[in-house]
């Protein structure tokens, strides 16, 4: 009986984790040297890109006005664009005044006392009872959900028209998105800034896992770990702008409760429209088993989806509107 071939030292070595015993050390290192040479081309050149416009004579109050204008005109763009998106998307039709006159004369004693141009009036079969404003050419557009007049008294539907006609008063359309617009601008910003560290650093880690043999550890080496934290750097960034954004629009919507409340006299009946709309919108818990409890939302949860929600909770909403009836000597009922 013959004995097995002796395995060969070579063969019979371990490959370490996250080792390629592909290449040779030659390769590798022709490897390395090429992909540091690359990215730190790209590094200097980043460099000498920046410092050409630093040196160039540019003025620093020129340069912030062409972004700004350059910003603007970006977010009317946006705007214009998105806008006419939502409509086409939308199963809308207008509502003549002649099939709906009270609801034409409500909008049009609103639009008078806010002194803007009567919105067009368009009624689409939405998911769930709701309204919004858009800012369409020449006149602003008011979207409302036709189960609305099923589910509203003829005071709520006019407080709810007047909370959209604050938004068209206010541009805040136009506002949201050029601040969305400065937002990104700054993320951007922060990216460009910070390409030659990543660049240099990303060559480094490279090379350094080559050099090693192990092409794919580069993340686990000092400068791979460098750049990880540079990219998590500007994840924060955008996660702060984002929580700005959001808080600013939340801060818009209690602006527009407080003029609807102002305009109609009545934020009793706000308060009430809100909480038909939240009702209405929560599925309802029929058929179920007593025993059934479904999934719970924590408290910390509930925290994470308020601070990226565009509206406040509705609670909070009739609670500042039960504030501001209880100014005016009016009380409403607060759930």
Known sequence: MSSPPPRSRRSARSVRPGRDPGPGLVARVLVGLALLAFYGVLA????????????????????VLGIGVGTLVAAYLSLRLGTQRILSQLDARELSEARAPAVHRLLADLADAMEIDRPRLLV??????????????????????????????????????AHELAHLERRDSLVQTAVLSVSQLVVVLVEVLL?????????????????????RSWPETVPGRIRRRLESG???VGVAVTLLLRAHARRREFAADRRAAEVTGRPRALASALRKLDRASKPAAVGRSPLWHGEVESDAERRLREYFSTHPPTKERIERLADIAADSATRIPVE
């Open 44 to 63: 200097a050149g980043s460099v000498v890109v920046f410092t050409s416009l630093w040196q160039g004579g540019l003025d620093p109050g020129v340069v």
């Open 124 to 161: 689409a079969r939405l998911g769930e009872p709701n309204a919004f404003a858009l800012a369409t050419r020449g006149r602003g557009t008011v979207v409302v959900a036709a189960s609305l007049f099923e589910l509203l008294d003829g005071g709520e539907i006019e407080a709810l028209l």
């Open 234 to 236: 500007v994840v924060l």
């Open 195 to 215: 390409s030659p560290v990543v660049f240099l650093v990303t060559g480094i880690a490279l090379s350094l896992a080559w050099f090693r043999g192990a092409p």
